[in-house]
């Protein structure tokens, strides 16, 4: 059983940074994949970054690659998404979520916990 809790969103304007974070509970946070996603309003979950078990394990929605970061500290059982060059269209509610393969995947019927979320608003 895994419980998440992100942090860091905010009130930003085109062209700033965010680094929201993700705080995950449990014993075996080394042995999950991580993945953050984002909703719009009136818009499906879409998959933004995931890391597997491996720190060189990551994949990236075309949309953010070049201006998102994901990372995970094992020690600390952190995950985080630096996310640099806002634009209008990445406000969206984001989503930490974890599953217990190793490989990154963009199918969030695929990941087992998700956190509550955290709003980003980027205006223009």
């Known amino acids: 059983q895994v419980q998440l809790v992100e942090s860091g969103g905010g009130l930003v304007q085109a062209g700033g940074s965010l680094k929201l974070s993700c705080a995950a509970s449990g014993r075996t946070f080394s042995r999950y994949t991580m993945g953050w996603f984002r909703q719009a309003p009136g818009k499906e979950r879409e998959f933004v970054a995931a890391i597997g078990w491996s720190i060189t394990s990551t994949d990236y929605a075309d949309s953010v690659k070049g201006r998102f970061t994901i990372s995970r500290d094992n020690v600390k059982n952190m995950v985080y998404l630096q996310m640099n060059s806002l634009k209008p269209e990445d406000t969206a509610v984001y989503y930490c979520?974890?599953?217990?393969?190793?490989?990154?995947?963009?199918?969030?019927?695929?990941?087992?916990?998700w956190g509550q979320g955290t709003q980003v608003t980027v205006s223009s």
């Open positions: 979520a974890a599953r217990g393969d190793p490989y990154a995947i963009r199918d969030p019927s695929r990941y087992e916990y």
